[in-house]
């Protein structure tokens, strides 16, 4: 098990939360999925549940924010200051979506969208640190941008959190992995940006994908499947571990990835 105890550093990503029509239906999705256990929130969190794994917060799920939201995952990234980090946002030529605000007395966010049209949170921890765990099956243990635009992407994230880059694959699809500004050479990288060869689906922009860790990614897509779910991309071996892309029961994207034993 890896357990996260303390903030994030600023440019991690630190959180993942699902918005959803149905947050009942969402429930019992993910339970049969991951084998999360869920906490209500108090009243002023107007619907937001929490997920634990073995004692540790790992997501979030939420009603839509709004009537046109598409049902879906966002990662958060972590910030020192989330009103100083919104506004280099628009100076970097993103968009501010939601300004800052506060979540009761647990931090204060905001959801932004990179030049492509990714969008992400930002996460102001006072309270709320993010993932309890991560890099385990249930958990999260990836966040990337798909994006048609990896340098304008990079460039971005750059500006905003000082990411820097090492480039490896296809060179026809290059995959950025990003690392956290003065990271050492061996140190671990903190997300992705990746332009697959063949584009992204007729009228979709950017966007952040979650990756969750399974023990037996087979098993998990099947138990999706069984419960509503979708496989977009049916599992297959990956330098990374056995991977597939599901869509869930109320038409969220998250991928899935097998765990060292």
């Known amino acids: 098990m890896s357990e996260h105890i303390g903030p994030w550093v600023q440019g991690s990503p630190c959180w993942s939360d699902l918005g ?53 995952w966002t990662s958060f990234l972590a910030t020192d200051q989330v009103d100083t980090t919104a506004d280099a946002v628009t100076a970097a030529g993103g ?42 099956a249930g958990a999260a243990c990836w966040n990337e941008v798909h994006t048609r635009d990896a340098d304008t992407a990079k460039a971005f994230y750059t500006e905003l959190f000082g990411w820097t880059y090492d480039v490896f694959g296809d060179p026809s699809e290059p995959y950025a992995s990003a690392k956290l500004p003065g990271a050492a050479p061996e140190s671990d990288p903190v997300a992705g940006v990746f332009a697959p060869a063949g584009g992204l689906p007729d009228g979709v922009r950017g966007y952040w994908l979650t990756w969750f860790g399974s023990d037996d990614t087979d098993a998990t897509v099947v138990a999706a499947i069984e419960h509503g779910g979708t496989a977009l991309m049916e599992p297959y071996d990956s330098p990374f571990g056995r991977s597939a892309i599901v869509r869930g029961a109320q038409g969220e994207v998250f991928g899935v990835v097998g765990m060292p034993a």
Do not use: C, K
């Open 20 to 72: 959803v029509p149905d947050v009942t239906a969402a429930r019992t999705f993910y339970e049969a999925v991951f084998g999360w256990r869920f906490e209500d929130g108090p009243p002023e969190a107007g619907g937001y549940v929490m997920a634990f794994l073995d004692g540790r917060t790992v997501a979030g799920v939420g009603p839509l924010m709004t009537d046109d939201q598409p049902p879906s």
């Open 95 to 136: 968009t501010v979506l939601t300004p800052p605000f506060d979540v009761m007395d647990v931090g204060r966010m905001a959801i932004a969208a990179d030049p492509t049209g990714a969008v992400f949170g930002l996460w102001q921890d006072r309270g709320h640190e993010g993932y309890g765990r991560v890099n385990q």
